[in-house]
């Protein structure tokens, strides 16, 4: 499964971006795809989710990735 992620400390396009990659992957390329945040979504990110109802992204800390 490929991991889609944006920078630490999200904000609004790197958590929107992981999301429309992973859907682009999974549903046009036909690859195992999911978005994932490194943090927390600031309160913007937080509140598009929230409005257009999409659920947070699991969220990865960096020493995860590190240790895959």
Known sequence: MI???GHKSP???STGSPI????YLNEMKNQDA???LLGRPNTEAAF???RWGFETPEIIWM???MKQ
């Open 3 to 5: 991991k889609i992620f």
């Open 11 to 13: 904000d609004t396009d």
């Open 20 to 23: 429309i990659w992973a859907w």
């Open 34 to 36: 999911k978005p994932v």
């Open 48 to 50: 598009m989710l929230k």
């Open 63 to 65: 020493w995860q990735m």
